[in-house]
């Protein structure tokens, strides 16, 4: 069965930088869109970044262009987030999804996914 499997979250000061990773099982990989979301307390969960695995085309929520970089490596399975330039506002749990099959990749609705990882926190303090 798929499974979806998040590392690297942890707490970091305001201006930091953390590298979020996604290790997907269970599929092939590149036919799948794969996604980052957030949801902090009391809040929706939201779309971060997206990114089609076969072609690597990208989408990215407007809060976090710039600063955040969303990569995969197919021979690894793995899809990255890479989180520069933290801001406290970023402080959230992070999952990882995938979109099977990958239709309209450049949508981040979260309720387009239909595999979730477990999630991993991410904690911006100033």
């Known amino acids: 069965q798929v499974k979806l499997v998040e590392s690297g979250g942890d707490s970091v000061q305001a201006g930091g930088s953390l590298r979020l990773s996604c290790a997907a099982s269970?599929?092939?990989?590149?036919?799948?869109?794969m996604g980052w979301f957030r949801q902090a307390p009391g809040k929706e969960r939201e779309g971060v970044a997206g990114i089609q695995s076969g072609t690597g085309r990208t989408i990215y929520h407007d809060s976090v262009k710039g600063r955040f970089t969303i990569s995969r490596n197919n021979a690894a399975d793995t899809v990255y987030l890479q989180m520069n330039s933290l801001k406290p506002e970023d402080t959230a749990m992070y999952y990882c999804a995938a979109r099977l099959p990958c239709n309209n990749w450049y949508v981040l609705a979260p309720s387009t996914y239909n595999y979730w990882g477990q999630g991993t926190q991410v904690t911006v303090s100033t």
């Open positions: 269970g599929y092939t990989f590149r036919t799948g869109c």
